[in-house]
């Protein structure tokens, strides 16, 4: 009897409480925005898992969805996924790309379901880099010819008797372990098998002062905390890298570029001309990957400040009838 | 979590008896020898494949990949069968989260509110259980609010719910069927087997060609981890069902149909409900999984925060999941309860009432719908366990780098030398003569085949590599297995404080400590054994607990009153008499070490792990990485077998 006593009170309780209160719906929500140009529909952009691309996309976005009025959905894909989308149409762009030959040749060329949108105007490196403080310390780690001096001292528990060269995140081609056995490095490459990995292992190095040689790529955010130095390989020439087991040149510049699925090109909307045109700088991409990896802002509210902060740079990428 | 009964486990095996004596002894001779060879042949005929090189299996598995990929857009079985399933699924799936999650019918807020999830929660886990399981259910779930996680958590509910519904709908006729048929019981095992060991990233790329990016997509990847337990466990519990009791039901000349609604169903029940217990849990493991292919929730908060490192706000979100786990764990448990108390009817509807007025209320009204933001205690979360994570890892790393080079020389180094630069034929047929010694001959068959395939799939090296890691993790599981399951086992109030840490263990998501372990070990083969330790002990503890309980009291206080100390009491008495539960505590935390090797290739343990990472993001390494794949089945189905053989033998009390 009390407990059906308690129900009673709950019920009524809550049923004081509950006539208060704003209604759902009642409120002018923000939905919709600036949609005046609604020819520009849905626009399904694809996020590859690295906040440098994370930072394109999120500006592309805001202004498809500020300034064209499009739908945007965000889909949290890795790259041969999302590549694969342009043919089902569920992704329309992918916005950074780091070269990717084995995916152009197979959904550009084979399958024809995607198309390069031209350069993002950011450039991408590839190499072997140190931490800064063993830079400073030992100037000359910093050519290969050097590096068998210093073997001993990266070994670690899984290089055995040779020094450790870290390998990291499995979505980039490597040429490593025939750099290293080409120019008759006494390393051996271990493969961390993640970008988390990489980074967690480059930070320890330079906050403890221990050594550290792997692969690392920029533009990244880890760069704007810790400045890592590149080492000189053997300079890359056109056709150096032509046969995989041979290689013994550096990796070449990147032009991350962007691509589209070939239905979405055709079509032609407001959307596909934004991102087409879309192209900043090095500097413009780590300003916003900071804002968001460093200063936990969301991706959107990164995009909104750099997009305010540099209306004449958004303006070019506008289509030209707007 | 009864995760006893999750793994693969056949429980059929004919027993061929052998007699051997001092089989100790004679596993000791096999090593000698073994041993002996190796120093003679060590560095040959090993099998040993390159990081980018490629069989001709694997060039073939690929070009199977890229015709499937080309023809989807024409080929009928496409258009007419997985389209539909996708159709449906994706329809299924979204309805749920339109109900909890998502804006949906033109309004702004999903239909039901938080208010009223939670009101639900708490009656239905009256309902199906007690008030006690009702009011932690409903704390739980007002938790998730609190940490600011509300929408991410309904998103993860809502494809949870949908992936168990659809396992159980199509997983409990199979377990029926699995119980009464022997024949259909022998050919699903193997299936059973494969989609639990595979690990999951071979197949979320080529599930995306099939059923597109989107909610089918990931419920699907989810079904085909979650829905074995359950078929398992329903056969399991149609098997078992007592003897009287199906006679009585056969003399009293029922029909087929009546038999198994009547009787066999009924006397299965609380099987049949542990079953959907551990699909929930499993199905939860699967959440940061499936949000590698856009899968909506928790799990895409977690990958993302471990981009940039951010511990507290990966930690925050696992701790929803683990809270999520827990509540649908003590639920489900509880309603397989037998002795439990039928809820009283008044307080029922009472409840009920309520349940709808919440309910809408948290239609109608923004404080009910919308979790108010000012409530949080997810923002001072994040902060503590991301200071936690950096003063641990700034004051523990200098030690426990000399602890992880320590234990990779002497344990993981020699034995990785062993099973790596032995020919491989000297490894099978070590293997083999000790399967059937510690085994069965029918084990040692098994272990013949599987080693076999293991050399076609071309990765023989690297399947040694992640052999002798997974051997090793199983020896630190098992001896974590047996010190805290002891404790366990002997004191309630230890039980009572450990076990939930135990199922956090087990739930929180590997990627969050992954990243502390990192800076503790670097990256190498010491983290990933780390990770799965942490992720696999859990299970060992319980299972030795347990069979340390059913020590029957009367022979322990025998042992006691004649003057034995606590010591011997559980040397001599305790831990001899729960020696089943010793071997199947091994089996379990075997499995689960293997379900782990994927994550172990994210953090530097390299072999079968990495290729499986790397085949799901490249493309010309996609064959390897499902030859990978299949060889961790192959590995975990040999393991599995030749541990069920020597748990077999053991009960037998052949041993000694």
Request: proline share 4%; net charge positive; charged share 15%.
């Amino acid at each position: 009897m009390k407990r059906t006593l308690a129900v009673v009170f709950t019920v009524a309780g809550l049923a004081l409480t509950g006539c208060g209160g704003a209604k759902v719906g009642e409120s002018p929500g923000g939905g919709g925005g600036g949609g005046s140009q609604a020819s520009c529909g849905e626009f399904k952009i694809a996020i590859n898992p690295w906040v440098g691309y994370e930072a394109n996309a999120a500006v592309i976005a805001y202004v498809a969805e500020k300034n064209l009025g499009c739908r945007v959905t965000k889909k949290d894909l890795k790259e041969e996924v999302a590549w694969q989308g342009f043919g089902t149409g569920e992704v329309d762009a992918v916005v950074e790309n780091w070269g990717h030959d084995d995916l152009r040749k197979k959904y550009i060329d084979e399958q024809k379901t995607g198309v390069s949108a031209g350069s993002t105007g950011v450039k991408g490196q590839i190499g072997w880099y140190v931490p800064p403080w063993l830079a400073k310390q030992h100037p000359d780690i910093l050519d290969w010819n050097n590096l068998n001096k210093y073997a001993e001292m990266f070994r670690t528990s899984e290089s055995g008797a040779q020094g450790q060269l870290l390998d990291g995140d499995p979505s980039f081609v490597t040429n490593d372990e025939a750099l290293v056995k080409n120019l008759g490095l006494n390393y051996k490459v271990v493969y961390g098998g993640s970008e988390t990995a990489l980074i967690q292992a480059f930070k320890q190095a330079e906050e403890r002062k221990t050594p550290l040689i792997g692969y690392f790529y920029s533009p990244q955010w880890l760069f704007s905390e810790i400045k890592l130095e590149k080492v000189k390989l053997p300079p890359y020439t056109p056709g150096c890298d032509a046969v995989p087991e041979k290689v013994a040149c550096d990796y070449p510049d990147y032009d991350l570029d962007k691509i589209v699925s070939k239905k979405f090109a055709d079509a032609n909307g407001p959307a596909y001309q934004l991102v087409k045109n879309f192209k900043w700088t090095n500097d413009d991409q780590n300003i916003v990957a900071r804002w968001i990896a460093v200063d936990k802002m969301s991706p959107d509210a990164a995009a909104k400040k750099w997009v305010d902060e540099n209306p004449d740079k958004v303006k070019a990428w506008l289509p030209s009838s707007s | 979590m009864a995760a006893t009964s999750s793994s693969p486990v056949s429980r059929t095996l004919p027993r061929v008896h052998i007699v051997v004596r001092d089989r100790g002894r004679i596993v000791l001779g096999i090593l000698a020898v073994w041993l002996l060879l190796w120093v003679f042949l060590r560095g040959m005929h090993t099998l040993a494949l390159g990081g980018a090189q490629l069989t001709s299996v694997h060039h073939w598995f690929n070009n199977l990949n890229d015709v499937i990929g080309a023809n989807r857009n024409s080929n009928p079985v496409f258009l007419y069968f997985f389209n539909y399933i996708r159709l449906f699924v994706d329809e299924f799936v979204i309805f749920v989260q339109s109900v909890i999650a998502q804006p949906s019918f033109g309004r702004p807020l999903p239909l039901i509110g938080w208010l009223g999830v939670v009101a639900l929660v708490g009656f239905v886990s009256y309902a199906v259980a007690n008030i006690r399981v009702a009011v932690l259910a409903t704390a739980g779930f007002f938790v998730l609010g609190l940490q600011g996680l509300w929408r991410e958590s309904m998103d993860t509910l809502a494809l949870t719910l949908a992936a168990v519904i659809i396992s159980l709908v199509i997983g409990i006729p199979l377990g029926i069927w699995a119980g009464l048929s022997d024949r259909f019981a022998r050919l699903i095992t193997p299936v059973l087997d494969f989609m639990q060991i595979m690990p999951s990233f071979v197949y979320l790329a080529p599930l995306t060609l099939f059923f597109l990016i989107g909610p089918a997509s990931a419920t699907i990847a989810t079904l085909i981890y979650a829905a074995p337990p359950v078929i398992r466990l329903t056969a399991h519990g149609i098997r078992s069902a007592p003897h009287d009791t199906v006679e009585a039901g056969e003399s009293l000349g029922s029909t087929r149909t009546q038999m198994l609604t009547k009787v066999l169903l009924p006397a299965a029940k609380r099987t049949i409900v542990l079953g959907v217990n551990q699909t929930i849990m499993a199905a939860l493991a699967m959440v940061t999984i499936a949000a590698l292919i856009d899968a909506p929730g928790l799990g895409k908060t977690v990958i993302k925060a471990l981009q940039t490192l951010d511990v507290g706000t990966a930690f925050n979100a696992g701790l929803a999941i683990v809270v999520m786990a827990i509540v649908l764990d003590r639920v489900t448990t509880a309603a397989a309860d037998r002795g439990r108390r039928r809820p009283n009817r008044i307080v029922l509807l009472a409840g009920a009432a309520a349940t709808v007025f919440a309910i809408w209320l948290s239609y109608t009204y923004l404080w009910a719908a919308e979790f108010d933001a000012r409530l949080d205690i997810g923002s001072t979360i994040v902060l503590w366990a991301g200071e936690a994570t950096d003063w641990v890892q700034s004051t523990l790393a200098p030690v426990t780098n000399g602890i992880k080079d320590a234990f990779t020389w002497v344990l993981i180094d020699p034995l990785q030398a062993l099973l790596a630069d032995s020919p491989w034929w000297l490894v099978a047929v070590a293997i083999v003569a000790i399967s059937v010694v510690i085994g069965s001959v029918r084990a040692a068959i098994v272990s013949a085949v599987c080693l076999g395939l293991l050399v076609a799939t071309g990765l023989w090296s690297d399947g040694m590599t992640t052999l002798a890691s997974t051997l090793v993790a199983t020896v630190f599981t098992m001896v974590i297995g047996v010190v805290v399951g002891v404790w366990m086992g002997r004191s309630q109030r230890a039980d009572r404080v450990i076990r939930p840490v135990l199922d956090a263990a087990q739930t929180m998501p590997a990627f969050v400590y992954l990243v502390p372990f990192l800076a503790l070990f670097a990256a190498s083969r010491f983290t990933a054994i780390a990770a799965a330790v942490v992720y696999a002990a859990p299970v060992a503890v319980k299972i030795v607990a347990d069979g340390i309980r059913g020590v029957s009291a009367t022979t322990v206080e025998a042992a006691v009153a004649s003057g034995s100390s606590t010591w011997q009491t559980i040397t001599k008495v305790q831990l001899p008499m729960s020696v089943r539960a010793l071997t199947l505590a091994t089996n379990q935390g075997l499995i689960y070490v293997l379900s782990m090797v994927v994550v172990g290739g994210l953090v530097g343990a390299g072999a079968l792990g990495y290729d499986v990472v790397a085949g799901f993001s490249q493309g010309q390494l996609y064959g390897k990485g499902l030859a990978a794949g299949i060889a961790i089945v192959l590995l975990g189905v040999m393991l599995d077998r030749l541990t069920q053989a020597a748990a077999n033998r053991t009960q037998r009390g052949g041993s000694r």
